[in-house]
């Protein structure tokens, strides 16, 4: 029985496989329930996402602070961890490892406070592109892809650069033109 349920997992994959840890969606929300930033791994509707926002923001602030931070829902496992004025909250399967997504909320927020020095809400309010920059290179699909805090700053760097050289190409051209 055991082999047909490891055989059954998401792609073939056993359940203790580090990569299985599916994230379907990340949601930024500030203590007023105020949505910051959301990024979608798994298709949903309009609807659907608006919904989702509102049962995951009430099931979530509604929580006393000194109760854990794994919370089952629907069919999902709801991982949050608050910083400062944030909550940062992940969506993954109910078979992956709650640790590891916390540890990846964890180096998130570790890379935005290296990129923005010092990371606040106002930060993620105007520099939401490099926030979602930073978080597309950390996860892609649904899964992570780089753990290095180095190298993917380094990529948002030279992101930064190259759409600085293309501005002043782009005015240079319009100036001359």
């Not at 792609?11 to 496989?17: I, S, T």
């Not at 927020?109 to 950390?138: H, K, M, P, S, W």
């Amino acid at each position: 029985a055991r082999r047909r349920q490891e055989s059954s997992t998401h792609a073939g994959r056993r359940e203790g496989d580090a990569r299985a840890a599916m994230i379907h969606f990340v949601l930024l929300l500030n203590r007023q329930g105020k949505v910051r930033l959301t990024k979608w791994y798994s298709p949903y509707s309009q609807k659907e996402r608006k919904k989702t926002i509102r049962e995951v923001t009430n099931r979530v602030l509604g929580r006393p602070d000194r109760l854990c931070n794994f919370l089952d829902w629907r069919d999902y496992t709801l991982i949050y961890k608050r910083y400062a004025s944030l909550y940062f909250i992940f969506c993954v399967d109910n078979t992956s490892n709650e640790l590891i997504a916390l540890e990846t909320i964890h180096k998130y927020v570790l890379t935005l406070d290296r990129y923005f020095e010092n990371v606040c809400e106002l930060d993620i309010i105007y520099g939401f592109d490099q926030a979602y920059y930073i978080l597309d290179e950390f996860i892609m699909s649904g899964e992570i892809q780089e753990t290095s805090t180095r190298n993917m700053l380094k990529h948002i760097y030279n992101q930064n650069a190259q759409e600085k050289s293309e501005e002043k190409k782009g005015g240079l051209s319009a100036i001359l033109s």
